[in-house]
């Protein structure tokens, strides 16, 4: 059974940091492309970040280019998601998933999504 379990939400000032996590379980982590979405109360689930699951190849949203950071730990199974320079716009659920194939993370259909971790940043 996949699990993606995401933490490291909460509240924060604009202008501050987190760190999110993503720990992934039953399936082989190294395999998957994985990406980072969110959904902001009363609108659609929204693309932020993704990296491709062999060279590393990174991809953001544009409202958040320069600002956040995708990383992934094989190893430990963990995807990683930093965020800087926190905006009110960013308070959202953040959602984490794999995908075998990287065209369903463009067309926002991966195979796995995690259950969510909330992200408030007041202003």
């Known amino acids: 059974q996949v699990q993606l379990v995401e933490s490291g939400g909460g509240l924060v000032q604009a202008g501050g940091s987190l760190r999110l996590s993503c720990a992934a379980s039953g399936l082989t982590f190294s395999s998957y492309h994985k990406a980072w979405f969110r959904q902001a109360p009363g609108k659609e689930r929204e693309f932020v970040a993704a990296?491709?699951?062999?060279?590393?190849?990174?991809n953001y949203a544009d409202s958040v280019k320069g600002r956040f950071t995708i990383s992934r730990n094989n190893p430990k199974n963990t995807l990683y998601l930093q965020m800087n320079s926190l905006t009110p716009d960013g308070t959202a659920v953040y959602y984490c998933a794999c995908a075998a194939v990287y065209s369903t993370i463009v067309s926002g259909t991966p195979d796995y999504w995690g259950q969510g971790t909330q992200v408030t940043v007041s202003s």
């Open positions: 990296i491709s699951r062999r060279d590393d190849i990174t």
